[in-house]
């Protein structure tokens, strides 16, 4: 349930829209920003003089060293309470384990969690009507791909004609128990 990034090639994937260019001195990247029951790629962008790789090393640096403190200072409790050796080796061992699972993903997406650095928030449209469109679809729907489980609550659509507006009325009436809507403002698209 995530992008492979060997092989999708943001570059490919922003020619479709020809009309944006990003921010001068920032390139494009894909963040999978995926866990057990959620998931969609983040566009992101890096400035092409920032050293992500040191970003990633900090990051991943500051979560060990918090997972360290916070489970030497349990291990210190566990000890002058005499609890078991069994019971300390377990709690080495999540320790360890925590700690595997601090990644350069995971630091990836510290990034990517801030909103400044989303591609989205970092494109240049054309002074062109197809310029703005493809902005506005791009801000909204962009990243509207490869979603995983519950991140289809938030997709979109673009409805096109009255055809598109009478599917997404029988749809929702034969699902009412899953979705709120407003079946008077659909309707009003129709007009």
């Given at each position: 349930?995530e992008?492979d ?11 479709f829209?020809?009309?944006?260019k ?9 963040v ?10 983040a566009?992101c ?5 920032f ?9 991943i640096?500051k ?15 566990y000890l ?26 995971s630091?990836?997406?510290q ?6 650095k989303?591609?989205r928030?970092?494109l240049?449209?054309e ?11 791009f ?25 598109d ?15 709120y ?11």
């Amino acid at each position: 349930p995530e992008v492979d990034t060997t092989s999708f090639d943001i570059k490919v994937y922003m020619s479709f829209f020809d009309r944006l260019k990003l921010r001068a001195g920032n390139r494009a990247f894909l963040v999978n920003f995926y866990n057990r029951d959620t998931g969609s790629p983040a566009l992101c962008v890096q400035e092409t003089a920032f050293d992500m790789d040191k970003f990633v090393d900090e990051i991943i640096t500051k979560r060990n060293h918090y997972t360290d403190s916070i489970f030497d200072q349990k291990k210190s409790e566990y000890l002058s309470k005499n609890y078991q050796e069994d019971v300390i080796k377990r709690l080495d061992r999540i320790k360890e384990n925590q700690k595997k699972s601090i990644t350069r993903n995971s630091a990836l997406i510290q990034y990517a969690i801030d909103s400044t650095k989303r591609v989205r928030n970092n494109l240049i449209p054309e002074d062109t009507p197809i310029g703005y469109f493809q902005y506005l679809f791009f801000h909204q729907m962009g990243e509207q791909f490869a979603l995983f489980w519950h991140a289809y609550y938030g997709e979109k659509t673009v409805l096109c004609d009255k055809k598109d507006i009478e599917y997404y009325l029988s749809y929702y009436k034969e699902r009412k128990g899953y979705f709120y809507y407003d079946e008077n403002k659909i309707r009003d698209m129709m007009v």
